[in-house]
């Protein structure tokens, strides 16, 4: 494959929260896919071929004067950002029974040690979405269940549904890089039963599965709810994150027209991950 270009974009942030997280959330709806969080804000990255020189005009965060927001870009290559990566990763525990760690970290004696090189994608198991997500797995029973881990990612949450007893998995992710970064991940666990495929929910057909898990972004959930539905068996699960508090409501609004009703959900820095059942 040939090396790719990236746009890094390095944001200075004051005061760093919410404004970090409300950053993260706009330049992910205007293309950007993979970020750091610094000491005093985020690095986000872009392919360049996706990039242009005004794609920043209009985001809300920037133009707000609560905020004190600076920003400067240039390319880099993709191999570069292995080592940017790599000052930044350190390992998560998720209550106590998970771990989400680089190859080059030690393992610690927990009941689920997952093994990540996330390189450009999405899903560290940092961000708050995919924090949340790991929980909700934990709490969850996929003995012999199938399922589908929608906009994949890294391919994190996927692995430890695998690594708590689901049968057989799809991982999706519509980025050409998160579908090459997820075969790796899996096949870095010593996982057999994910399927990686590359796409976006219209790969779903006549695809059933027990439990949906769905961390995106609230417009493209809005968007395709109704197909995890259609693909959800009698008795399913629905996990989506992704999205603030305040969305919630019109989450819970598209997944009630489909059937399915709010169960629970877990809160952190206004993001949220919310379990809907049929």
């Not at 494959?1 to 005061?15: A, D, Q």
């Not at 870009?73 to 998560?92: D, G, L, S, V, Y």
């Not at 999205?243 to 709010?262: N, Q, S």
Request: aromatic share 10%.
């Amino acid at each position: 494959m040939n090396t790719m270009i990236y746009m890094e974009y390095k944001f200075l942030v004051e005061p760093l929260q919410p404004a970090s997280d409300i950053l993260i959330a706009e330049l992910g709806e205007v293309g950007f896919e993979s970020f750091v969080e610094e000491e005093t804000g985020i690095l986000a990255y872009i392919q360049k071929d996706d990039w242009h020189v005004n794609m920043l005009d209009g985001l809300y965060i920037l133009e707000n004067q609560g905020f004190d927001i600076s920003y400067t870009f240039k390319e880099i290559a993709q191999e570069n950002w292995n080592a940017t990566w790599e000052r930044n990763f350190q390992p998560i525990m998720v209550d106590d029974r998970c771990m989400v760690r680089a190859p080059f970290h030690e393992p610690l004696s927990v009941d689920y040690d997952i093994i990540i090189e996330p390189k450009m994608s999405f899903g560290t198991g940092h961000h708050e979405t995919t924090h949340m997500m790991l929980q909700h797995i934990l709490q969850l029973d996929l003995k012999n269940k199938t399922v589908l881990d929608m906009g994949c990612g890294t391919g994190v949450l996927a692995i430890l549904a695998s690594k708590r007893g689901a049968k057989q998995l799809d991982a999706i992710d519509i980025d050409n890089w998160c579908y090459l970064n997820s075969l790796e991940n899996v096949e870095r666990n010593g996982i057999e039963n994910i399927d990686v495929l590359e796409g976006d929910a219209g790969l779903l057909g006549e695809r059933s599965y027990d439990v949906i898990i769905a961390n995106i972004n609230r417009n493209i959930l809005l968007e395709d709810i109704p197909k995890y539905a259609d693909s959800l068996i009698e008795d399913g699960v629905l996990l989506v994150s992704g999205f603030y508090l305040e969305d919630l409501p019109l989450i819970t609004k598209k997944c009630l027209e489909v059937g399915l009703r709010f169960e629970k959900k877990l809160e952190k820095n206004n993001w949220v991950a919310a379990k809907y059942v049929f």
